[in-house]
């Protein structure tokens, strides 16, 4: 087995899997998940509701803004509409990179998620904390002279220190052209969006599983899309991010969209 495959500990890209009804998870996963969902009994409707906004947001840009090229860091494990499915039936011709680090992820990644023969797409084993490495193997598959959506869906809380977080947002924007976008989702405890039980579940997380988390305000997740064009209806939870209807609940976990002007 791989040496960085652990099993014995919780890992967050099979948790989430787990939440989102997959079966690419261990006992330790399904543990740790179940106690998360004792402490915050509405994470697995965030799972799904920032799912959904990854839907929503790729349609819009594949459709109506005309783009072809995404960059996914932080793919996470293969689960239904992934953004290359999404994007590929608006534009066949769409070219997707998927960047992740963990092992069982890739493994995955390189077994299911097949595009369209017009299309492509690709995966690099890199870690968002390196945003230069995620750039140069991106390069390989994309033309980074022409708009590429960048997608940091629930990644950003991973780097637990905010400074760090921005200038790998400025980074990956720094290198793709005007006309380019940031899709972003990230967790919060703020009580308009019904975050407060969060806390202790990220705690939980923290003592009992992998990588550990962060939770971020209003104020330090707009800051994330300084210098950009934020899409209506701004910076809302991702549930409420254009839904298709306006049945649905409000989750603690924030989503927007930024045009690169």
Aim: hydrophobic residues 45%.
């Amino acid at each position: 087995m791989n040496d960085r495959i652990r099993t014995d500990v919780a890992h967050n890209a099979r948790v989430w899997n787990y939440w989102l009804g997959g079966k690419d998870n261990y006992p330790v996963d399904r543990a740790v998940g179940d106690q998360v969902t004792a402490f915050y009994p509405s994470i697995g409707e965030v799972a799904r509701a920032d799912r959904a906004f990854l839907g929503r947001a790729v349609t819009h840009l594949a459709a109506e803004a005309g783009v072809r090229q995404f960059l996914d860091i932080g793919t996470g494990l293969p689960t239904a509409d992934n953004t290359h499915e999404v994007a590929q039936r608006v534009a066949p011709d769409a070219r997707i990179v998927y960047v992740d680090n963990d092992p069982i992820v890739l493994t995955h990644a390189r077994a299911l998620l097949t595009g369209t023969p017009e299309g492509r797409t690709e995966y690099v084993d890199a870690d968002a904390h390196d945003p230069e490495r995620i750039v140069t193997a991106a390069a390989a598959t994309l033309d980074l002279s022409r708009p590429v959506a960048v997608m940091m869906l629930g990644i950003l809380n991973f780097v637990l220190d905010t400074e760090e977080a921005r200038s790998i947002v400025r980074t990956l924007m720094a290198a793709v052209p005007s006309g380019s976008y940031l899709v972003l989702t990230h967790p919060t405890l703020e009580p308009e969006l019904g975050g407060e039980g969060n806390k202790a579940a990220m705690a939980f997380w923290n003592e009992n599983a992998t990588p550990p988390i962060t939770a971020r305000d209003r104020a330090e997740f707009v800051s994330f899309l300084d210098g950009l064009d934020v899409l209506e209806p701004g910076v809302v939870s991702c549930a409420r991010w254009r839904p298709a209807s306006a049945a649905g609940h409000t989750v603690a976990q924030f989503g927007a969209v930024g045009r690169k002007p």
